[in-house]
Structures are given as C-alpha cells and as structure tokens.
T-cell receptor, first 118, second 112 residues
Framework: NAGVMQNPRHLVRRRGQEARLRCSPMKGHSHVYWYRQLPEEGLKFMVYLQKENIIDESGMPKERFSAEFPKEGPSILRIQQVVRGDSAAYFC????????????????FGAGSRLTVL | QQPVQSPQAVILREGEDAVINCSSSKALYSVHWYRQKHGEAPVFLMILLKGGEQKGHEKISASFNEKKQQSSLYLTASQLSYSGTYFCGTERATDSWGKLQFGAGTQVVVTP
C-alpha cells in the first residue's frame, strides 16, 4: 500500500503564477482533506472532499484557491495568482470509506508539497 | 477554536518522562495525537473518544478528560526516536468528519 501520495514535493513559483498540487489518497480511501502548515505552526484545515463533491470548504480562502476531487484521478489543490503569503507546506490526508468500529475517523497524511513563492 | 498545547517545547534525556497537554474551550468528540519529524508527514499515534478512556502506543499513552475538555499525552522512558513535534487535533461532534483543529505543536527533543 503506497500510502497518500503527493506531488510535487517542492514547487517554486513567481508571484502571479499558478500552483497545482496533487494528491492521490490511499487505496480504498474516498475522503480527502487538505491542510496548510506555515513554518513553525500547526496544520490549518482547508477543505474536505469526497469524489466529485466538496463537503466542507470552510477553511479555504475565498479567492484564488480551489480544490477538486474528480471521479478519476487525484485530488487537486489549485492556487491562482500566488502571493508570497501562500508559501507554506500543503498536506493532504485521506480516510477510509467507513469509520472505525469505535466511531472514530483516522486520517493518514501524505509527505506534503512545499510551495515557495518568489 | 484552535486547541492550546503546552508546553511549547521540552528537552529530555533518554529514559525521562514528559507530559504534553491539549486543552479546548469547545465540547469535543475526539482528540487525535500525531508526531511530525522535520520535513516529514505527521504520523498518527492514537485517537481518544469522549468517555475518558486511556490509550497506549508502546510507551506513549494518552488520556482524555471530558469534563475539562483536555487531553494529555504521556511519554514514558523516552527514547531518541521520540524526538519530533507532537500535535493534538480536536474534533467536535458538529464538525465534518476529519475536520481537525490542530494545536500549535510541542517540540520534543530527546538527548542521549
């Protein structure tokens, strides 16, 4: 089981360019979450998706950011017209289709994509 | 909304014990603990549901006090491999599944 796969691991963009980050969840997982981590800080929830549906995007900035999880292929986090403040590590996590017998939902994180905006 | 973790950092000698606390002002459904090493993915350690149960993972255990909305992570007889940043993630019953609010983290350094 390859785990949660994210690419690219590192991405450098100039201000105004677009950044696309990809995430393939673990096999058998249909729930995908995106979190952002600034240096020396905790993870901040951005968005929760299931196949072809955005379930909760309450943590997404209103402009320039979008996310999708199509029927086929990886989930994509897209940042348009990047600014220096977008520089961060973006982590994707996935969880299985069913919750544990205890009623809990455990997230497995990918290694992250580190975006640097020049 | 974000849980408060304490201490911010702790330095231990191998074999010593430490406690990391995570407090929330909101009623919680569950508390998740992760450890992250520099430049790597957060790794799941354990989850505690409301009910005050205690869980264990090797010599790392945790408890959840529902009355205080507080969880504690216990590092017992620490090993060098325990070094890293520990995050608690809290989940409220009213939130979407997997929408965790993470604390700012506690950096743990274990020295020989």
């Amino acid at each position: 089981n390859a785990g949660v796969m994210q690419n690219p691991r590192h991405l450098v963009r100039r201000r105004g360019q677009e950044a696309r980050l990809r995430c393939s969840p673990m096999k058998g997982h249909s729930h995908v979450y995106w979190y952002r981590q600034l240096p020396e800080e905790g993870l901040k929830f951005m968005v929760y998706l299931q196949k072809e549906n955005i379930i909760d995007e309450s943590g997404m900035p209103k402009e320039r950011f979008s996310a999708e999880f199509p029927k086929e292929g990886p989930s994509i986090l897209r940042i348009q017209q990047v600014v220096r403040g977008d520089s961060a590590a973006y982590f994707c996590a996935s969880s299985p289709n069913t919750i544990l017998s205890s009623g809990a939902n455990v997230l497995t994180f990918g290694a992250g994509s580190r975006l640097t905006v020049l | 909304q974000q849980p408060v973790q304490s201490p911010q950092a702790v330095i231990l000698r191998e074999g010593e014990d430490a406690v990391i606390n995570c407090s929330s002002s909101k009623a919680l459904y569950s508390v998740h603990w992760y450890r992250q090493k520099h430049g790597e993915a957060p790794v799941f350690l354990m989850i505690l549901l409301k009910g005050g149960e205690q869980k264990g993972h090797e010599k790392i255990s945790a408890s959840f006090n529902e009355k205080k909305q507080q969880s504690s992570l216990y590092l017992t007889a620490s090993q060098l491999s325990y070094s890293g940043t520990y995050f608690c993630g809290t989940e409220r019953a009213t939130d979407s599944w997997g929408k965790l609010q993470f604390g700012a983290g506690t950096q743990v350094v274990v020295t020989p």
